[in-house]
DNA sequence: TTACATTTAAATGTCTGACAATTTTGGCGC
DNA sequence: GCGCCAAAATTGTCAGACATTTAAATGTAA
């Protein structure tokens, strides 16, 4: 981790590339120091601002984090879940967004993942995770709840039935990809707002989870799915109507 | 997007916030150009070292790009497929990496999510993905493949599997998910090396995609799991007694 | 000896000003 | 019209300086 041949890439994304590549290949561990930002620029032969962009670029991936004062530093960063879940959903929601994904491409890889978890699930669910989603269920049914906790609390039982695996892989990459797609979901709940047909299927997923019967969660959430397509479809269709009113019957 | 009270939090880090509330919030659209550098640092009033900094941090997001020159600047970047892919994968490994997680947990979670794929693969599998993974396995049964080769093709195997399914979304988090993992994974085939086994698991599974027989896919899926966790474990309990080696049967 | 206040040093955070490299635009001569 | 060249705008890089923060070292008093 010394040299840096005169490319015609940016030095400072070169040094972060190389501080990055002794990282990720483990001559770097968790909490080491690196050198101070003088002696990297010493060594790379470049000025301490460029060194300190590359810094920046490695700190903006939770790389390493800083410290300033005596004896601070930039220091290799332990990727928790919970730090690397935050990258997964702004990138996944940005990837979404910018890309124009249809609602039901979203929504039929929403179930689709969240499938993959159901056989785990009920295998392995606790009390804990059936409490959860038993009262965020009650939740839902309460008359006052403002759409944006309906929605939180719809994340939450999802989040549930998830981590009802108990495997935190699987749950880094599902509850990542189903809370990415889930300004795309709230824009249905907002608007087509059925709350009774959902909490409904909900339950009727928990009484699966509990009687772990895999097949009968399954069939529920390819349920829950369908009926999310159909109000997709029907926001969308009101959508296109309200721009190009134009009427076809 | 100009305001930044003066907090205690590092000013580069409030800048590229504001910034990139502004694009993900879509104030700023795919391909539009920032400020200058000086108009920046004036707008925010800070210096110019301060919003580079600012900006690098974007860019190691992938957020925008730059171009040096006249009429060159700062771009809002469209997230593209590949570039987000790359990311997932970045941070997945190293989470894997940095948090000891069991080759049991990676396995499971490796193949829950690609059976979740298996039935919409199933229902729209083109001649071409057939092709393909037909094309892996022929590679694979060739004597002389290097390691390196032959985990490369396996990889190609499944993302092919993956792209059956027909949305981008879910190959997204699929494949850079399986693909995180094939380090932990690669560590097993370079060892236990049981390539028939493995070929005539994979020719079942492309057998099973032609039938369109979602069953039948799932259950080889399932003995490719079965397989792969008990080499794993395998080869865990060589590494654990390397210093004692004891034949157990 | 212990507890507390002060100093000191190391490191990051920020600023100023400058120059280099690059790329587009527009003008000039032919 | 075409090719060449200069100008302008913008990012990339550098050097040096000062401000701020923080932990350790030191000094001081009970």
Redesign the interface.
């Known amino acids: 981790m010394k040299i840096d041949p005169s490319n015609k890439a940016d030095l400072?994304a070169q040094i972060?590339e190389a501080i990055r590549d002794a990282?990720?290949e483990?001559r770097m561990i968790?909490d080491e120091r690196l050198p101070s930002e003088a002696e990297l620029a010493d060594q790379f032969e470049v000025s301490r601002?460029t060194v300190?962009?590359?810094l920046?670029?490695?700190?903006?991936?939770s790389?390493i984090r800083t410290q300033r004062g005596a004896f601070g530093g930039a220091f290799v960063n332990?990727?928790?879940?919970e730090g690397?879940y935050g990258?997964?959903i702004?990138?996944?929601?940005?990837?979404?967004?910018?890309?124009a994904?249809s609602f039901e491409?979203?929504c039929?890889?929403r179930y689709?993942?969240e499938?993959?978890?159901t056989?785990?699930a009920c295998a392995r669910r606790t009390a804990d995770h059936l409490a959860t989603m038993r009262a965020e269920i009650h939740r839902q049914a309460q008359p006052g709840l403002s759409d944006e906790s309906f929605c939180a609390s719809d994340v939450a039982f999802h989040r549930a039935l998830v981590d009802a695996?108990g495997?935190?892989?699987?749950s880094?990459?599902l509850a990542g990809?189903v809370e990415a797609m889930q300004p795309l979901m709230n824009m249905i709940t907002f608007t087509a707002r059925s709350r009774e047909v959902i909490e409904h299927l909900h339950t009727r997923i928990a009484d699966a989870l509990q009687a772990q019967d895999a097949t009968a969660a399954e069939t529920a959430l390819h349920e829950l799915e369908a009926y999310t397509l159909t109000l997709g479809r029907d926001v969308m269709a009101a959508h296109a109507r309200k721009s190009a009113p134009v009427s076809s019957g």
């Open positions: 400072s972060a990282i990720v483990g968790v601002p300190r962009e590359a920046k670029r490695l700190a903006a991936q790389l332990r990727l928790s879940y690397a990258q997964h702004t990138t996944s929601t940005l990837l979404l967004s910018m890309n994904v491409t979203a039929e890889a689709a993942l499938r993959a978890c056989p785990l695996a495997n935190p892989v699987l880094y990459h990809a």
